[in-house]
């Protein structure tokens, strides 16, 4: 079992480079979430999907797509990237959306954008 | 003003000591109430939940949670150097009752 899992761990783009960070889990979880860590500005969240088939905006959302490919699977790109999405990115799972039910976090990926 | 607040620190205290973690909402209507801790370089993971008003206990960890005043807080006892992280409180609130993560204080325990 091995949770929530992440790749890539780190990564260094150009200014409008694109790529997809991918997250899985093996919890059989129908919410999953991905959210950005910067220093000062704790942890904000991009996008989630409630379940299956469904994504929503979070907090900061521009400049990411997100597509929720299966239950297990949940994908976040970046289209063009820019130097502020230099940042460190954590994909979290839980049972049922937000409510009450435990978040738990893949060890991130860690993005640098020169 | 942020809607879920914490002391930055560091906040230091010796081996052996109680640590005392504060965190205050502002979301009146928020029910849930969760301690993540988060070691330098990985990803926060959940320490205790609580919902009720009153004291929790986990262990050598306790959090206390107080609705009236709105705030809520995460004692640890005997602290350990393996504490030392920084610890993060998240608070359900908003009509779509997304957590709310606060900064996040940095515990340094030391020996």
């Known amino acids: 079992n091995a949770g929530v899992t992440q790749t890539p761990k780190f990564q260094v783009l150009k200014t409008g480079q694109s790529m997809t960070l991918q997250c899985a889990q093996d919890m059989n979880h129908n919410s999953m979430y991905w959210y950005r860590q910067d220093p000062g500005m704790g942890l904000r969240l991009i996008y989630y999907?409630?379940?299956?088939?469904?994504?929503d905006k979070g907090e900061v959302p521009n400049g990411y797509n997100v597509s929720r490919l299966n239950k297990r699977e949940f994908s976040l790109r970046l289209e063009s990237a820019a130097p502020s999405q230099t940042s460190v990115y954590f994909c979290a799972s839980s049972a049922q959306v937000f409510t009450t039910d435990t978040q738990y976090f893949g060890p991130g990926t860690r993005l640098t954008v020169l | 003003q942020k809607e879920v607040e914490q002391n930055s620190g560091p906040l230091s205290v010796p081996e052996g000591a109680i640590a005392s973690l504060n965190c205050t909402y502002s979301?009146?209507?928020?029910?849930?109430f969760f301690w993540y801790r988060q070691y330098s370089g990985k990803s926060p993971e959940l320490i205790m939940f609580?919902?009720s008003n009153g004291d929790k206990e986990d262990g050598r960890f306790t959090a206390q949670l107080n609705k009236a005043s709105q705030y809520v807080s995460l004692l640890i006892r005997d602290s350990q150097p393996s504490d030392s992280a920084t610890y993060l409180c998240?608070?359900?609130?908003?009509?779509?009752?997304?957590?709310?993560w606060g900064l996040g204080t940095s515990l340094a325990v030391n020996p």
């Open positions: 979301d009146r209507g928020s029910q849930s």
């Open positions: 999907s409630a379940s299956e088939g469904t994504t």
């Open positions: 998240a608070v359900e609130g908003g009509n779509n009752r997304k957590l709310i």
């Open positions: 609580i919902y």
